[in-house]
């Protein structure tokens, strides 16, 4: 005598995050499974998930259909199963996980190097799937390096000789920089909505000029030797009153003589001692 099981096909799972958090690189995420008046709440990072509470539920040798989760390929996947049919939903983790994309300026000497890094980059590799892309772009809209997973990685022709891509870190590196690569660069990944996972702004200066410290007056009252002095640096100046102690700028309250030019700042220093 034979005996035949009957079922019908499973309907399509749901699976919803619940929270979603990254701690020291690594991705953490609870999520439900929902389906067929059935669900099960699981705890996933960046390799595995756990039930909450105990094993999945259902058993693929009964009616009952199966509700399992797991993480595969750089997703979480909600399945469901029974002994005819499967379906699932997934997401991908790289888009549940918030990294890191606020905007850092760097300044740079002109013809200098700089490299560019990406600090959540572990949740970024352990995470990209098969054809996903990574970019460093340039003002938004100027690629600089593309990374398609497993495929190739191809540097703009405009950068060639200038940019170099790490693909161990996603880290760039741009070579012997110029005024006119000052900008904002952006790391982004793309998948089914693109993700910005890294974000500076550079910018590239000259080095200063020497300054020029002139003495204009100097006077000794009561053993304080008072001087009066004048910092001139790149078309700008700053004149001031000095004692044995400290300097006040004229009309502003400052212990140290400064000038500021296109973001540097350049100390002039001149022992009193040396005043006639």
């Not at 756990?50 to 094993?55: A, H, I, P």
């Not at 191809?154 to 880290?171: D, H, L, M, P, W």
């Not at 020029?212 to 009252?221: A, D, G, P, Q």
Request: net charge neutral; charged share 15%.
């Amino acid at each position: 005598m034979r005996f035949y099981l009957f079922s019908e096909r499973v309907e399509p799972p749901v699976l919803t995050v619940n929270s979603n958090s990254t701690i020291n690189d690594t991705c953490n995420v609870t999520v439900t499974c929902r389906g067929q008046n059935t669900s099960v709440t699981s705890s996933c990072n960046n390799r595995t998930c756990s039930q909450v509470g105990g094993e999945s539920r259902g058993a693929e040798t009964s009616t009952v259909p199966l509700l399992s989760v797991y993480v595969a390929g750089g997703s979480i996947i909600c399945n469901h199963s029974n002994q005819v049919s499967w379906a699932n939903d997934t997401k991908d983790i790289v888009e549940l996980c918030p990294m890191k994309s606020v905007s850092s300026s760097v300044f740079v000497e002109k013809g200098q190097d700089v490299r560019l890094d990406v600090q959540g980059y572990m949740t970024v590799k352990e995470n990209l799937k098969r054809l996903n892309i990574f970019t460093w772009m340039f003002n938004t809209s100027d690629n600089v390096v593309t990374y398609i997973h497993e495929i190739e990685t191809q540097v703009t022709r405009k950068y060639q000789g200038r940019a170099e891509f790490i693909e161990g870190n996603f880290s760039l590196l741009l070579k012997n920089l110029t005024e006119g690569d000052s900008g904002c660069y952006t790391a982004a990944v793309s998948a089914k909505r693109n993700k910005d996972v890294a974000k500076y702004q550079i910018s590239v200066q000259e080095r200063v000029e020497p300054p020029v410290l002139t003495v204009n007056s100097v006077s000794s009252i009561n053993t304080t030797c008072n001087v009066t002095v004048t910092c001139r640096g790149q078309n700008t100046s700053v004149t001031s009153s000095c004692n044995s102690r400290t300097c006040s700028q004229s009309g502003t309250k400052q212990t140290t003589t400064m000038l500021s030019q296109s973001g540097y700042e350049v100390l002039s220093s001149s022992s009193l001692l040396d005043a006639p």
